[in-house]
């Protein structure tokens, strides 16, 4: 630290990589609002004073999420929302993103609605990556708390339409909701079809819940998995096997699962040697960006832009994107594949 005890600020323009990044949580409250009301839809008191996205806690910001996505109905929505989401992350110095995609707002999991959502969503991302470099990746996602049966539809939506674009599956919501293995077959239908494959766990729920991810769902990433920092041979497993946690510490404060950055296991664990990234999961819930995530982590523990080098470095090394992508993304870190 300088002899001020305030770090070097890290330059701004660095180039990110950010892995764990859901599209309608990176909504601005503004879209939203306006949608609601071209629309006619009552999406109940979702916004504070500010005009910004109010809740309190994990259980309220769920129903805000849900609340939010009922006026995005249509192909055109999402592709306006893509363009907006990747233009502000490239603004951030964001140049490749993995976003979640949740077939559950695309058509509520019917495979035509779906590709037609992600048809608009898809054309999206190519005139982002045309104009601003930006390049995107998706993972569908399934969304726990609605079910294994709407797992296995949302599964199938994501194994019809894995390709260059579509190439991760995942599943976020409650992580206490049902049992790991009532929801295999979505992860052995997506595994089949080639996709990379995360899971939401270790972050409302404990190691075991980390520990069910990766025995039961054989996933390569655990989306957070901070809590895994509860049992130590836990943190030991996913260091040997080389899991890598998206971590999110910005979302895990504002939804209080940590009172600071300070308090946050993500420097603990990566001095254990996990594998570890940084995303901002839900940006515009979380009134965060990948510059403020790595200003408050260099301020909590010292980090420096050799540390946000090597952890996007880690990053690209994880994506899920082929091989030729990943090459380029890692020489515009810098750094021979
Ligand atoms: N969906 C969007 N953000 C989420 C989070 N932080 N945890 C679980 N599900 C989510
Ligand atoms: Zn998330």
Request: net charge negative; charged share 25%.
């Amino acid at each position: 630290m300088r002899a001020s005890d305030e770090p070097a600020p890290i330059d701004p323009s660095m180039p990110r990589v950010e892995l764990h990044l859901h599209l309608e949580g990176a909504a601005p409250p503004a879209f939203i609002r306006d949608l609601a009301q071209q629309r006619h839809v009552d999406i109940g008191g979702i916004f504070d004073a500010d005009g910004g996205y109010a809740f309190r806690g994990f259980a309220a910001f769920l129903g805000a999420y849900d609340a939010a996505c009922q006026v995005l109905q249509r192909p055109e929505d999402f592709r306006r929302l893509t363009e907006a989401v990747l233009e502000a992350r490239a603004a951030d110095g964001v140049i490749y993103a993995e976003i979640f995609l949740s077939p559950d707002f695309c058509g509520g999991g019917d495979l035509a609605a779906w590709r037609e959502h992600l048809a608009a969503i898809h054309e999206a991302a190519a005139a982002a990556e045309a104009r601003e470099g930006i390049v995107m990746r998706a993972i569908v996602t399934a969304i726990r708390h609605r079910g294994p049966a709407q797992t296995r539809r949302v599964a199938l939506c994501a194994a019809e339409t894995a390709g260059d674009f579509v190439t991760g599956f995942g599943i976020a919501g409650d992580e206490s909701a049902g049992a790991a293995r009532e929801f295999n077959w979505g992860f052995d239908c997506a595994r089949e079809a080639g996709l990379g494959l995360t899971a939401h766990a270790g972050e409302w729920a404990g190691p075991e819940s980390v520990r069910a991810a990766l025995d039961e769902w054989r996933v390569a990433r655990i989306g957070h998995g901070v809590r895994a920092i509860e049992d130590r041979a836990l943190v030991a497993r996913l260091a040997e096997a080389g899991t890598v946690l998206e971590t999110c510490p910005g979302s895990n404060v504002a939804l209080g699962l940590y009172q600071s950055f300070a308090a946050h296991p993500v420097a603990r664990l990566r001095e254990a040697g996990v594998r570890v990234t940084l995303s901002t999961d839900d940006p515009l819930f979380f009134r965060t960006s990948l510059s403020a995530e790595y200003d408050a982590l260099a301020r909590a523990f010292g980090w420096t832009e050799a540390d946000f080098r090597a952890i996007n470095i880690e990053a690209a090394r994880a994506a899920f994107c082929d091989r030729a992508t990943q090459e380029r993304i890692l020489s515009r870190l810098e750094v021979p594949a």
